[in-house]
């Protein structure tokens, strides 16, 4: 339904309604109206990386894992995926009169926040830290929910508008203070691309303030930017609880009352959270309008018309045993194979070579962990598959497969380690015992994630510095001393520093949070079925010194695109089993900004898969992005010693700056262009001992 006539039915039906009927649908928990054959209706479902904490689902790796593989034909279709059982689970659900929280067709998600800092611990939610990769895999991930068919497969909700990412423990009180500049050139474009490109219905306001507003109650935010200069159409959704923070956390307001008309008043239409409850209040004593109300209705029901929630869908017939059906799990593995990202690969270590070997040792607290497959926002899957489970299956019966959990996830530094010690004195005696070694380190949702929603017991989610837990540290440390090749499994989303194993193992892998079965991508990769194909969506740091504090939301310095100095593992970089070059690139005007044609050859002795990336850089002008940022990028699968041409668009804006005003402007004449493999730094060149193409490319 489009959205003129689904808009022109809720004003209808909402004009039918009394003033308290129409506050009472402002809420996430919106009851029924029986009188006018209005169901309840519960706004608040999850869908970050599959359906999620509604029961059983396909449980896709987490979206930072997604982002690795730098594919957005992939992102869309496991966003047709998600909603899919979606349907399926509201289908079911609403059949049986059951329409409680997690059950609807309004998911929050996608996460398109900056990932600006590595110590943040919800940055594994989103697609990474640069703006045109998150736009380019938010936009694919909203068409493939929203679908194309005459009513929408389920709503998007882009999250969380804006400028946020951490720290968690501040974020109700915290007020985000941003330049023009790096406002409109780093925060807001991902947004912007959602809500102008492909139209996501929702968008969810941050708890943070920015220059001094509360998101979820900013006029300059939702009414001048989202609304008017955009040209948003659909809802506004709080964050949860968000609300409350302006009178007990920020102190802008200093009643309920005013706070529900404060968020009203700049836009908000949902409130997810109760302190809409006084909205009633707030029109009887003048503060708010009954046509903002009505307003704030409006918009909702529209969504839930498009939806098809009264009038029927094509998606009405969709069974329940689409959940989680073959042809998911195997969308599920595919991702789980694209997002794995190698970062070293000495003296040829990998792939495993089963016919050279006799015994593998599988050791570290995520070698058998389910909460390390899986991340936060997550489903239940009927079926878990571990790094060792993994192994194991695939190793089959001929190679003997030792295991050792080596040491706890995490140890408050006040705990007697003896208990430590005994199991590191087990992992050295595995290690010893066995031909190679996987060692499987990382965190998992109780130490990375949402304040409040994990059982973190520090740094409220945040990570405190970019070290593994101490216990892990001394367990890397003693496995190491054994002299035995050893393969590093990361299962974390986000950067770990890994200058220990730079220096002693031989091989690397960052799996992310890899899903429910990730452990068959793992084994698959570890064994040369697959060649791993992932590229980093953040810069692995050296250390923490080289950034701004974590309160400063400055871009200097931060990411690829402001970093001054030398990064430990490059933004878009990562290794495969094999070698593929660039032999020539020509660049093309066209009217909505370029084409880069590049000729690409696999010179290896395997099938592999690669991502070719475009950087560019302006020349002209003094408002350019100090390095060279990405442009366009696309997935190249190459047969053995195959040729291919690939073509990229980029877009026009790819040629623009942003002045100290916030202003997109021209950016001038003259650019650099770089084509490769990776993007066009110091480190990436020594790591992979190539460089990208470069083009000089004058505009028109």
């Known amino acids: 339904m489009e959205r003129k006539e689904a808009r022109r039915k809720a004003q209808e039906l909402v004009s039918k309604m009394t003033i308290e009927e129409k506050a009472s649908q402002l809420r996430y928990d919106s009851p029924g109206i029986p009188r006018l054959g209005i169901p309840e209706y519960n706004w608040w479902n999850e869908g970050l990386h ?35 059982e979606g349907r399926a689970k509201y289908n079911a659900a609403s059949a049986q009169g059951d329409r409680d929280i997690y059950k609807g067709l309004t998911f929050w998600s996608p996460n398109v926040n900056i990932f600006r800092d590595p110590r943040w611990g919800r940055g594994h939610e989103t697609y990474g830290e640069d703006p045109y990769l998150a736009a380019s895999l938010g936009k694919a991930y909203v068409e493939g929910l929203q679908g194309n068919g005459e009513t929408m497969k389920a709503a998007a909700c882009v999250k969380h508008y804006a400028v946020h990412s951490g720290p968690e423990a501040l974020r109700h009180e915290f007020d985000a203070e941003v330049s023009q500049k790096d406002l409109e050139e780093t925060y807001l474009p991902a947004f912007k691309a959602l809500v102008e490109e492909v139209h996501v219905e929702a968008v969810m306001g941050a708890y943070n303030r920015v220059n001094g507003e509360p998101c979820c109650g900013s006029s300059t935010l939702i009414e001048n930017k989202l609304r008017k200069e955009w040209k948003f159409e659909g809802h506004f959704v709080s964050d949860c609880w968000a609300i409350r923070d302006f009178h007990e956390n920020h102190m802008v307001t200093g009643t309920p009352m005013e706070s529900a008309a404060m968020a009203l008043n700049a836009g908000c239409d949902l409130n997810c959270g109760n302190t809409y409850l006084h909205i009633l209040n707030a029109f009887y004593h003048g503060m708010v309008t009954e046509e903002a109300i009505s307003e704030a209705a409006v918009r909702l029901f529209t969504t839930r018309f498009m939806l098809g929630l009264f009038d029927g869908s094509e998606y009405d017939n969709i069974p329940y045993t689409k959940v989680e059906c073959e042809e998911h799990l195997r969308m599920a593995h595919r991702v789980a194979l694209e997002s794995i990202v190698l970062l070293k690969n000495e003296n040829n270590i990998l792939p495993i070579k089963k016919d050279k070997i006799r015994s593998i040792g599988v050791i570290g607290p995520n070698a058998d962990s389910r909460a390390a497959l899986i991340g936060n926002y997550h489903g239940t899957s009927s079926e878990y598959v571990t790094v060792l489970e993994g192994i194991r299956k695939y190793a089959g019966d001929e190679i003997r497969i030792f295991y050792s959990e080596g040491s706890d996830l995490f140890r408050d530094k006040t705990e007697h380690l003896s208990r430590d010690m005994d199991r590191i004195s087990e992992a050295v005696t595995v290690a010893k015992n066995s031909d190679v070694v996987i060692l499987c380190l ?41 002299g035995k090749p050893i393969v590093l499994c990361m299962l974390a989303g986000s950067d770990i520093d890994m200058s220990f194993a730079e220096e002693y193992f031989d091989g690397i892998l960052q799996l992310w949070y890899p899903g429910a079965r990730g452990g068959n991508a793992v084994a698959e990769i570890l064994f040369g079925k697959e060649s791993p194909s992932g590229k980093l969506p953040v810069t692995f740091y050296e250390t923490l010194c080289e950034l701004p504090p974590f309160e400063d939301y400055s871009m200097e310095g931060r990411t690829y695109r402001y970093m001054k100095g030398k990064a430990q593992y490059p933004f878009g970089y990562g290794l495969t089993y094999g070698k593929a070059e660039v032999d020539s690139v020509q660049v093309s005007e066209t009217e909505t900004g370029a084409v880069v044609s590049a000729e690409v050859r696999n010179m290896g002795n395997r099938e592999i898969c690669e991502v070719l990336q475009v950087y560019i850089k302006c020349l002209d002008s003094v408002y350019a992005v100090p390095n060279p940022q990405l442009c366009g990028f696309q997935r190249v699968g190459l047969q053995q010693g195959e040729n291919k041409t690939v073509s990229i668009n980029i877009p026009d804006e790819a040629f623009t700056v ?31 001992g190539v460089s990208p193409v470069k083009i000089e490319f004058r505009k028109k």
């Open 50 to 84: 599959g359906v999620a904490r509604a029961g059983t689902a396909t449980v896709f790796p987490q979206a930072i894992g997604m982002a690795a593989s730098f594919d957005t034909e992939m992102i869309r279709e496991v966003g047709d995926i998600i909603a899919e």
């Open 442 to 482: 990382g965190l998992d949702e109780t130490l990375e994630g949402e304040e409040g929603d994990t059982g973190n017991s520090y740094a409220s989610g945040d990570k405190e510095d970019l070290q593994l837990p101490l216990c892990q540290r001394r367990l890397m440390e003693a496995v190491a001393e054994t």
């Open 658 to 688: 942003v002045d100290e005003d916030g202003h997109r402007i021209c950016g001038g004449k003259h650019f650099s262009m770089y084509v490769g493999f990776s993007q066009p730094d110091i480190r990436s060149e020594e790591l992979t």
